[in-house]
């Protein structure tokens, strides 16, 4: 289960593939982080990508291994997308938390999935997802391009196309990204990008 947690102003996408997993791109503002270092923290089998948003993060992170710890099982993605909504909802009342989440799983009874969480706790399984400034560039990309029968180097190709549009259009463009993949095989990285100008749009 990939799950991204990032501030409102930061863009970050996941498109389902052919093969039952999700590619997923983020940025990432820090100059100073050498290549391959993405701030990341684990989820169950989760990787949990945040910037500013640690405490939800690591609320969630705890909450989800303790109930595998006191429960012998894990959660499957849906239920750790609920829990998170609920947490969000309650927090929204108190103390709100003002992140956007993309959470991609797989689970092997329902194969993959990818729910998108906004700052309001809205919970919402979609196929591709988008958010922050640079959704405004990479939707209207996903809408013309994305198929439900993509393969992943097609998927991959898909968000190259979204970073650059992202780069070419965004006045503040970041200039990392991190893409990657959750499927049958695990959450990884695929590539760290510094300079994408080779997708074809």
């Known amino acids: 289960m990939l799950t991204q947690l990032s501030t409102n102003q930061d863009p970050g996408e996941g498109i389902r593939d052919r093969s039952g997993g999700y590619i997923g791109g983020s940025q990432h503002h820090a100059p100073q982080k050498q290549r391959g270092q993405d701030h990341a923290s684990r989820l169950s089998q989760a990787r949990c990508c945040q910037r500013r948003a640690r405490r939800p993060v690591e609320y969630v992170q705890k909450n989800v291994s303790l109930y595998k710890f006191r429960n012998g099982i894990p959660l499957t993605t849906a239920a750790a997308a609920n829990f998170t909504r ?3 909802a309650t927090a929204l009342r108190k103390n709100p938390y003002s992140v956007n989440i993309l959470m991609a799983g797989y689970d092997n009874e329902s194969g993959a ?12 399984k979609v196929d591709k997802g988008a958010f922050g400034y640079g959704s405004y560039f990479s939707l209207s990309t996903m809408d013309w391009h994305y198929r439900s029968d993509m393969s992943v180097e097609e998927a991959i190709e898909l968000v190259d196309k979204c970073i650059l549009e992202i780069r070419s259009r965004l006045v503040v463009a970041p200039p990392n990204f991190v893409i990657k993949i959750v499927d049958k095989d695990g959450a990884r990285d695929y590539a760290w990008l510094q300079d994408v100008t080779t997708a074809a749009v």
């Open 86 to 88: 609920g947490e969000l």
């Open 113 to 124: 999935s990818l729910y998108y969480i906004d700052y309001i706790a809205t919970l919402h």
